[in-house]
């Protein structure tokens, strides 16, 4: 949490000099894989936020940047249980093919000749992804209060309620994502 709060104030202290193109797309990468998820959301949103937000959230669908690709082939072997990924596949893309903000994916050749698509978790992402939600889930009351008193409403238990279902119910299917064997 100290280094969000850390990552949050030189960005936003960055939003002031900065014109708002650069900064949604930024921060979110650097906060991780669940505000990387939960900007691509809002990145479609036009009703809830500016469109050059939008615009610029929009990036986050193909600008993930990947992990370490020792760190991915050493998950990769382990997930398979073998000492080397010559023992398993003919060859392995040097570089993913692709990333997003809870993997990546290499392409492979098996030992018997068929191309296969490799995807592979960032380490460490379901213990990231849950202390995401906590931390989402702890700020949504404070967003609906702030967003409700902009606008001029005063805020129920209900619109609390609301907002939290909606944070558990992203926060389901986020990590329902996580799970690969249900793909």
Known sequence: IHQMSHILSNEITTCHVLSPIGTPQVLASRLGPTFI??????SIRTDLIPEAYALELRQLQDAVPPFDDQDAKEVIRKELRVGSLSEVFRSISDRPIASASIGQVYRGTLKDGRDVAIKVQRPGILGEIALDLYVLR??????????????????????????????????????????????
Do not use: H
């Open 37 to 42: 998820k939960l900007g691509q959301a809002l």
């Open 138 to 183: 702890a700020l949504t009351p404070a967003q609906v209060y702030l967003s409700n008193a902009i606008n001029g409403l005063k805020t129920s238990q209900a619109d609390l309620d609301v907002a939290l279902q909606l944070v558990d119910e992203w926060g389901r299917g986020f990590v329902a994502e996580v799970d690969y064997r249900t793909e």
